[in-house]
Nanobody, 120 residues
């Protein structure tokens, strides 16, 4: 069983920044962040692979940056220029066979989530 623990969420005004961090018990070939807003489906936000290649949802390109620290087994998401529509529960995701597919990876291990609230 892979352990996944997120931290760093909070409340911020539009235009502000937050940094999310995720501690995992083991790194895989790709790691990602997802989010789920009330009454909406969970959606992919950003993915990074073991080579450092990154992919982002169109809605966050240019504002969010995903990074991986292999030495510490941590995955971060730097979020700048936040908008009210970024308000959601954010989840760190680790690959697992048979899970949720997004941009080349299949995710099946999830953290408990960390809430991000952006006010206008």
């Amino acid at each position: 069983q892979v352990q996944v623990v997120e931290s760093g969420g909070g409340s911020v005004q539009a235009g502000g920044s937050l940094r999310l961090s995720c501690a995992v018990s083991t790194l895989r070939n790709c790691m990602g962040w997802f989010r789920q807003a009330p009454a909406k489906e969970r959606e992919g936000v950003a993915v990074i692979d073991s080579y450092g290649n990154t992919r982002y949802a169109d809605s966050v390109k240019g504002r969010f940056t995903i990074s991986l620290d292999n030495a510490k087994n941590t995955l971060d998401l730097q979020m700048n220029s936040l908008k009210p529509e970024d308000t959601a529960m954010y989840y760190c995701a680790v690959p697992k066979y048979g899970g949720t597919y997004w941009v080349g990876c299949t995710f099946g291990y999830w953290g408990q989530g960390t809430q991000v609230t952006v006010s206008s």
